[in-house]
C-alpha cells in the first residue's frame, strides 16, 4: 500500500500536535513448556524462558522509536495463565512463580508482565484455587507482576464461588499495600467473557491459540481524534460522526 507525502506530513502532526504515540508493544509469551512438579525448577524455567525469548524486546522498542520519531510509552510482556502450568506442582503458596517474572520483567526492563492468572468461568480446580489465593501476597511483593480472574462467561454463566474469592482477592490485595496507596488492588482485574488472548494491562494473558511468542501493539490517538471530530460543525449528524471517526480511525492504525 503506497503512502503519499501527505499522509507522511498528516502523521507527523498527529505526533507532533495531537500526542499521537504508540501506548505499548506487548511481547506475548507461551509457558506451556516450563511446567515441573518442583516449584523452584519451574520458577527458574519460567525466569529463563521470558528473559531469553523477550531479551531484545526493549532494544528492539528503542531503535524504532528512534528511526520512525513515534514515541513508544510502555514495553510489557503477557504470559500464559499461570494456573494453566502451576497444575504440575503441590505447592500452596505460588508466590515464587510471580517473583520469578518480576525478577524477569526487571531484567529485560519492561514496565509490566501480566498473565498470574486463572480462568475459573465453569469451575474452579486445584492449581486455580491455589493462583488465586496466591494473587494478593503475589502483588504485594512484586512491582511489575499483574493478575486477573475470569468468573464468568455468557456461555458457562457465573461462576459465585470464583465472585466471591476475587472480591476477597481485592480486599486482601489492597489491604497489603495499604501503605502503598492500595495499588496491589490496581493490578488485579477480574473478569467477566475475558477474551482468550489479551495483551492489555493489566489484565494482560497469552492465549493458547497463539504462537509461542507474538508481539501485539496498541496504538493511542485520542488526541488526534479530538482533533478531527472538532473539524466537523455543530449540524453534524451521527452518521458523519461515525464517519469521522471510521476514517481517522483508519489513519491512525495505518
Known amino acids: ?18 500526542n499521537l504515540d504508540i501506548r505499548t508493544i506487548t511481547m ?3 509457558l506451556m513448556g516450563c511446567g515441573d512438579e518442583n516449584l523452584d ?22 531503535n524504532l522509536e528512534r528511526e ?22 503441590k505447592d500452596e503458596d505460588l508466590t515464587p512463580i510471580a517473583h520469578a517474572l518480576d525478577r524477569a520483567a526487571e531484567t529485560l526492563g519492561i514496565d509490566y508482565l501480566g ?25 504485594a511483593t512484586t512491582s511489575r507482576v499483574c493478575s486477573s480472574v475470569n468468573v464468568a462467561s455468557l456461555r458457562a454463566g457465573i461462576n459465585m464461588d470464583a465472585v466471591l474469592m476475587a472480591a476477597q482477592t481485592i480486599i486482601d490485595a489492597a489491604k497489603l499495600t495499604a501503605d502503598q496507596d492500595s495499588v496491589g488492588a490496581s493490578k488485579f482485574v477480574c473478569f467477566a467473557n475475558m477474551v482468550e488472548d489479551s495483551p492489555f494491562m493489566a489484565g494482560a494473558v497469552h492465549g493458547g491459540g497463539e504462537a509461542d511468542a507474538v508481539i501485539n501493539v496498541g496504538v493511542s490517538g485520542p488526541g488526534v481524534m479530538a482533533a478531527a471530530l472538532e473539524t466537523l460543525p455543530d449540524s453534524a449528524t451521527m452518521m458523519e460522526v461515525a464517519e469521522k471517526i471510521k476514517q ?7
Open 1 to 18: 500500500m503506497a503512502i503519499t507525502p501527505a499522509e507522511i506530513a498528516e502523521t507527523r502532526g498527529m505526533v507532533e500536535e495531537q
Open 28 to 30: 506475548g509469551v507461551s
Open 41 to 62: 525448577r519451574m520458577c527458574t524455567k519460567i525466569y529463563d524462558h521470558v528473559t531469553h525469548t523477550a531479551e531484545h524486546l526493549v532494544e528492539t522498542a528503542e
Open 68 to 89: 520512525y520519531g513515534i514515541p513508544i510509552v510502555n514495553k510489557r510482556v503477557s504470559v500464559t495463565p499461570v494456573a494453566q502450568i502451576a497444575a504440575c506442582c
Open 115 to 139: 498473565g498470574f492468572s486463572a480462568l475459573v468461568q465453569k469451575g474452579i480446580g486445584d492449581a486455580d484455587r491455589r493462583v488465586i489465593q496466591s494473587i494478593p501476597q503475589a502483588l
Open 248 to 254: 481517522t480511525a483508519f489513519k491512525i492504525t495505518r
